[in-house]
């Protein structure tokens, strides 16, 4: 079967007209929600979050995401304007910081351990690689060598809907063996060179101790 043929039911939404046709309009609640700068609410969120999600693209609007995650506090908020976000050892390839070459633009949601709702920033990146704050953000006796700043142009908090449908924080959903071990994907999609053993190992109790290496 043709892949024409396989989606002659489906019925696509090609104008905003549509959308809001199906969708309807925000309330007024939510569509003014929206803030250009950080508020003292927004500074303590920060400053609990260990975790936050960076979506880029670059110029031809090719796009990624990228967990970013440390100790809680681990972004520095500048100013009522301005964040700081350290770059950690990684796999190197940094399709993000590519994209914000190519295209500063980011979008970023930051999460609390067992909170639905979300904190949401989006604004315009750059890459730093040297500036006072970075001493600051030392983890494990690592600085980082790079640091993304981000200049503020929307903020708001988003609600809990999404992690309330999903169960994400509730330990009766969880079912982390139903799928291989990252040493077993690694084996079948990254790594087919080397060996199971060598990957359960490599993967193992030791790989968190290697995270500021």
């Not at 009522?80 to 633009?105: E, Q, W, Y």
């Not at 600085?143 to 988003?158: N, Q, Y």
């Not at 139903?178 to 993967?203: G, Q, V």
Request: net charge neutral.
């Amino acid at each position: 079967m043709s892949e024409t043929a396989a989606r002659a039911g489906w019925v696509e939404i090609t104008c905003e007209g549509e959308l809001r046709e199906v969708v309807g309009g925000p309330n007024r609640h939510a569509a003014h929600k929206t803030r250009t700068a950080l508020h003292a609410l927004d500074r303590a969120w920060l400053a609990h979050s260990p975790l936050c999600f960076i979506a880029t693209s670059d110029g031809d609007g090719s796009c990624d995401v990228s967990p970013k995650g440390d100790p809680p506090g681990f972004v520095k908020v500048l100013d009522d304007t301005t964040l700081a976000i350290p770059d950690r050892p990684g796999n190197k390839r940094v399709d993000g910081f590519t994209n914000i070459l190519r295209n500063p633009r980011v979008g970023l949601a930051f999460l609390l351990p067992g909170r639905g709702d979300t904190l949401r920033v989006n604004g315009r990146a750059r890459i730093v690689r040297q500036a006072p704050f970075l001493d600051g953000m030392t983890v494990r006796g690592h600085r980082p060598a790079l640091a993304l700043v981000v200049e503020v142009e929307e903020v708001f908090h988003h609600c809990a809907k999404a992690f309330l449908r999903s169960g994400t924080w509730d330990p009766d959903t969880w079912a982390p063996q139903a799928l291989p071990s990252r040493a077993r994907i690694a084996k079948a999609l990254d790594r087919p060179d080397d060996t199971l053993e060598f990957l359960e190992e490599y993967y193992g109790p030791g790989y968190a101790e290697r995270l500021y290496g």
